[in-house]
């Protein structure tokens, strides 16, 4: 895993995952989630769909039953920097975990997740990008 060292919401949240991993009942789900998106800060759309996917292939390499929970934050971010095609949501995880140095370093079991789970869920992606796009356009 990546060590993280700053900002700071983000150390705590690599806290809470070496946590979980020690332990898997020290941390619930619902704990996971919310500290999961508390690590997050304002940037602009795309080092922000980036820094999702780091924290959440983190969090999904560890929990894989929460990757529906968590995928539609960057999605909607996606749509909101300009993504337009829902067969294109898979490939902006896969092309991050191939990026040389992405604007958060992802943990190798992250990238794993990316590369080998992320584009399992494509059937799952496309619809919460439908899902998020008509929410959006509204």
């Known amino acids: 895993m990546a060590i993280w060292t700053e900002p700071r919401q983000l150390v705590i949240f690599g806290e809470v995952l070496a946590r979980a991993r ?4 020290s941390v619930s789900d619902e704990e996971l989630i919310t500290q999961a998106r508390a690590a997050h800060w304002g940037t602009n759309c795309w080092s922000w ?9 983190a969090t999904c390499a560890l929990r894989p039953h929460l990757a529906l929970d968590l995928v ?3 999605i909607d971010v996606m749509i909101q920097g300009g993504l337009e095609r829902e067969e294109d949501v898979i490939a902006q995880g896969v092309a991050l975990a191939r990026k040389d140095r992405p604007y958060v370093p992802l943990t190798e079991e992250g990238r794993t997740w ?3 789970s992320w584009p399992r869920l494509e059937k799952d992606a496309r619809a919460i990008f439908r899902r998020k796009w008509i929410e959006l356009t509204e």
């Open 49 to 57: 769909v980036e820094m999702s996917f780091a924290i959440i292939s």
């Open 72 to 74: 539609g934050d960057p």
């Open 114 to 116: 990316l590369l080998e």
């Open 22 to 25: 020690a332990d898997g009942t």
